[in-house]
């Protein structure tokens, strides 16, 4: 036994008793806590978190998460949106107009969710992009679309291939007046840019097209005003594009959508697969959507039919649950990998459908597609010319819209033709053209007429109807290439040289991202940069043989990096061949594809 005097074995002895306390009070002076515990008086004890650091015999707190994802694995664009919501940020918005100072990188990104794109380097301004629903228009918005151009943009405003319109040219000083205005028009620009669900497209002949199946403008609306009240549908991994196709005249270009539903007739009453209890579920005659999935053209891929069959009732629903399944578990670490198609090839359809049911109060159906009559192929150039409508004695007249830009002139010009020859309202189309819509027959040549006078166009074989190309290096920072002004330059070019008697179309795109879906043209180009004699120039690779819809295929790539200034004469060359070689009625597309890439290659090369 020891002696008052000895210390126990183990035991720290007077000295080192003292010495541990002088070492622990003056590392809690300093703020300074790396072991377990804290001391207070001659103790060890376990961290208080109001007076020392972390235990570290805790069990570690589990990192915050995003939709799943650990903040730390977030991209920077979901960092921002963690940081400051898009739609949160208008004080930023009214504070940058009320100091005309353009944003950084993160605000431009939030302002995005208000319409508003700061463009540089390509402008130094801003872009706003509208949401038009279905892109109808009132004579009276189109008249105020044209004042908003010319009071605060730049004096124009472009169609764009969601069927709405933007405007360029804004100075950050005029950021709250311009959204307030698009207000006051009965239009917004909510979440037409970043992580959104954009402009909701319907078939642009709806309601007056003899052959639709469905009138799909009520379903676009519909979803577009379901959108605007549910705050977290702002709030996806990547854009999200959804069209409603009726089967009209006009294709939609649904099939390049993350979500079309396409019309289709279900003739006699059919056994479907209900997808709640996997029983079989009877189908009525009727008209239905079918719901095709995953369309992303600048990746090669159409959307694919699901089996899914749902009444045009059910759609908006449908929509919802499918966005939302999206923004539950879509990728938000890499935005390559962030959009719809790539969280279905990880899951497969089936597992995909099965989350959508499972937000359903109703239940979804497979129907086989030889069970449906699908839509009627719809009219190549359609969105040109005059047609009949449906509506006795009335006619709709497609208006070749070059490139999509409109001056504010053309604008009210339009506006006024639509208002004094027909009801008041026009259609804009995935096709960067428009339609006026309720002509009477005693009108329509008044109306030609006034077009041409105007400085457009309402010829179906004439080819600059047939462009379709994206902002360009005029106005965005990513393209290789000034599309528009190439689009306009080769239009011109071939009108001059050569007469095509089947309908063309020609895609300018400036870079891979495929704004102008450059894929589905019968001539796509997409631009680059190549060295000529050791100087970087705008050039392009060329594709053929593309096509939506029922001549739906991916244009093949033929020729890489050609220099701008040969390829008005290679396509020369190209349609030329066509046209000496081609089979009787055969289409360019067709043409194209029915020759291997070499065997073109030698043809348009000649």
């Known amino acids: 036994m020891s002696s008052p005097t000895e210390t126990a074995p183990g035991a720290f002895d007077p000295i080192q008793r003292e010495y541990l306390a002088g070492l622990f009070a003056g590392i809690a002076q300093r703020g300074i806590h790396p072991y377990v515990g804290t001391m207070e008086g001659t103790g060890l004890l376990t961290s208080d978190p109001a007076v020392g650091g972390p235990n570290r015999a805790a069990p570690a707190q589990e990192e915050e998460k995003v939709h799943g994802t650990p903040v730390s694995e977030l991209n920077r664009q979901e960092l921002w949106k963690h940081e400051l919501a898009g739609l949160d940020s208008w004080d930023r918005l009214v504070q940058h107009a009320q100091e005309d100072r353009f944003p950084g990188d993160a605000d431009n990104f939030r302002f995005r969710y208000h319409g508003l794109f700061h463009v540089a380097p390509a402008q130094d301004s801003f872009m706003m992009r509208a949401r038009i629903p279905a892109g109808e228009l009132t004579s009276a918005q189109m008249r105020g679309m044209a004042d908003l151009a010319e009071e605060l943009g730049d004096g124009k405003a472009a169609v764009t291939t969601r069927s709405n319109l933007q405007v360029r040219g804004i100075a950050p000083r005029h950021l709250v007046e311009v959204v307030t205005r698009l207000v006051r028009l009965g239009l917004t620009a909510k979440g037409s840019g970043a992580d959104n669900i954009r402009n909701i497209t319907a078939s642009p002949t709806a309601g007056f097209d003899p052959q639709e199946l469905l009138d799909t403008r009520p379903f676009a609306h519909a979803l577009h005003h379901y959108i605007l009240n549910s705050r977290d549908l702002f709030d996806l991994p990547r854009k999200f594009n959804v069209a409603f196709e009726g089967g009209g005249a006009v294709d939609t270009v649904a099939d390049t959508n993350d979500i079309g539903f396409m019309a289709c007739r279900v003739p006699a009453t059919a056994s479907g697969l209900s997808l709640r209890d996997g029983a079989a579920a009877p189908v009525e005659p009727g008209v239905y959507f079918r719901v095709e999935l995953c369309g992303i053209t600048g990746h090669r891929q159409f959307a694919s039919d699901t089996g899914l069959l749902v009444r045009p ?157 994206c902002t360009g290096s005029r106005g ?113 597309a067709v043409f194209t594809r029915r020759h291997d890439v070499k065997r073109l290659q030698e043809l348009f090369s000649a």
């Open 313 to 469: 009732s059910e759609a908006v629903a449908v929509a919802a649950a499918m966005i939302r399944v999206f923004s539950a578990n879509g990728d938000r670490t890499d935005r390559k990998k962030a959009r719809l198609k790539y969280l279905v090839d990880r899951w497969g359809v089936d597992r995909f459908l099965s989350e959508t049911q499972a937000r359903l109060a109703f239940p979804l159906v497979r129907l086989p597609m030889d069970s449906c009559i699908p839509r009627p192929p719809s009219i190549k150039h359609g969105h040109i010319g005059v047609y009949r409508q449906r509506q006795p004695g009335r006619n709709y007249v497609g208006v070749v819209v070059p490139v999509g830009i409109l001056t504010a002139r053309q604008m009210r010009r339009l506006a006024d033709i639509a208002e004094a020859h027909g009801s008041g309202t026009l259609r804009l189309t995935p096709w960067q053209n428009l339609i006026i819509p309720d002509v009477t027959d005693a009108f329509v040549e008044s109306v030609r007429r006034q077009l041409v006078r105007a400085g457009l166009h309402h010829e179906a074989d004439h080819v600059l109807g047939g462009l379709v190309a």
């Open 476 to 588: 965005c920072k990513y393209a290789g290439t000034d599309t528009k002004g190439h689009a306009v330059e080769l239009g011109g070019f071939l009108q001059r040289r050569l007469r095509l008697d089947q309908p063309l179309n020609i895609h300018f795109t400036g870079c891979p991202n495929s704004c102008a879906q450059h894929y589905i043209g019968d001539i796509g180009l997409q631009g680059v940069r190549t060295q000529v004699a050791g100087e970087s120039v705008e050039a392009y690779h060329i594709v053929f043989g593309g096509g939506v819809g029922h001549d739906q295929s991916v244009a093949r790539q033929v020729f890489t990096n050609i220099p701008w200034t040969q390829v008005p004469d290679l396509l020369e060359r190209a349609l030329r061949a066509y046209l000496r070689i081609r089979e009787p009625g055969e289409s360019f």
